[in-house]
Antibody, heavy 124, light 108 residues
Framework: QVQLQQSGPGLVKPSQTLSLTCVIS??????????WNWIRQSPSRGLEWLGR?????????DYAESVKSRITINPDTSKNQFSLHVNSVTPEDTAIYYC??????????????WGQGTLVTVSS | SYVLTQPPSVSVAPGKTARITCGGN??????VHWYLQKPGQAPVLVIY???DRPSGIPERFSGSNSGNTATLTISRVEAGDEADYYC???????????FGGGTKLTVL
């Protein structure tokens, strides 16, 4: 059974960097079958996919164009986890952030396991 | 970018059939996935690749996809099926995973 456990601060000041971590159990971040995603949800934007990382002989990243200039998703093989960093945050980045696993690495893959979600508020 | 259109709400009596639609331009040519989300919880995959069910999802949940509309059908609806339901596709023109706006299912 795959489980994803998220951690990270719930409050971030404007212009600073939002950082979250997702620890994987029951699978490997280095799997050559799965991919590892971040999604956020807010009343104004609904569910919004941010990006993903996956390994297929080397590491790849896909990012949503809307946030591409501000985000980084990094794998950490030593801890079997992956992280999200969003820099220069504004109140519009306030949302519940989820990590999730792609069933496979194809672009049309479903998200079959999700983390519990982390509410991140951007406020001074 | 690709837009998925869902009705904001659907209401159904217990034991009846609920149909939740997801409209998109030629969506029949895309792989559609469906998630349910209960208040305060993460989304859960209920249908993938148009009509496949993950293990643990009741057979009452089914999906279809043709033309410009994908449909999630819930037969013999139960009170516990009350949730928000979201459709999702991958938009290859913009390399973006796209979600519908969600449909709130109310069991009367």
């Amino acid at each position: 059974q795959v489980q994803l456990q998220q951690s990270g601060p719930g409050l971030v000041k404007p212009s600073q960097t939002l950082s979250l971590t997702c620890v994987i159990s029951g699978d490997s971040v280095s799997s050559n079958r799965a991919a590892w995603n971040w999604i956020r949800q807010s009343p104004s934007r609904g569910l919004e996919w941010l990006g993903r990382t996956y390994y297929r002989s080397k590491w790849y990243n896909d990012y949503a164009e809307s946030v591409k200039s501000r985000i980084t998703i990094n794998p950490d093989t030593s801890k079997n986890q992956f992280s999200l960093h969003v820099n220069s945050v504004t109140p519009e980045d306030t949302a519940i952030y989820y990590c999730a696993r792609d069933l496979n690495q194809q672009y049309g893959s479903p998200l079959d396991y999700w983390g519990q979600g982390t509410l991140v508020t951007v406020s001074s | 970018s690709y837009v998925l259109t869902q009705p904001p709400s659907v209401s159904v009596a217990p034991g009846k059939t609920a149909r939740i639609t997801c409209g998109g331009n030629n969506i029949g040519s895309e792989n559609v996935h469906w998630y349910l989300q209960k208040p305060g919880q993460a989304p859960v995959l209920v249908i993938y690749y148009d009509s496949d069910r993950p293990s643990g999802i009741p057979e009452r949940f089914s999906g279809s996809n043709s033309g410009n509309t994908a449909t999630l059908t819930i037969s013999r609806v139960e009170a516990g099926d009350e949730a928000d339901y979201y459709c999702q596709v991958w938009d290859s023109s913009s390399d973006l995973r796209v979600f519908g706006g969600g449909t709130k299912l109310t069991v009367l």
